[in-house]
């Protein structure tokens, strides 16, 4: 099976960056195996080497003084 994971923040009011990890928090000797610097305008895509666990961090900037609303779109699909 082959997996990707599609991602759209075109909907936020300021961009956000997005990390993918091998592990969670908890680990010291975690790695990084996706940035969102990879992308472009809002829209990115990830293919895994393997199918497994992974784990997103969406970093989103603090916004002062005014409330902000928006969304994150994320698709994952697969083929056999």
Do not use: H
Not at 67 to 75: A, F, H, I, S, W
């Amino acid at each position: 099976q082959k997996y990707k994971l599609v991602f759209c923040t075109q909907g936020l009011p300021k961009e956000i960056k997005l990390n993918i990890y091998d592990k969670n928090l908890r680990f010291k000797k975690r790695n990084k195996i996706y940035d969102s610097e990879n992308g472009s305008g809002g829209r990115w895509s990830f293919e895994p080497s393997r199918s497994g666990t992974y784990y997103i961090n969406y970093e989103i900037r603090q916004v002062v003084g005014k409330k902000e609303t928006g969304c994150v779109v994320m698709l994952i699909g697969y083929k056999e």
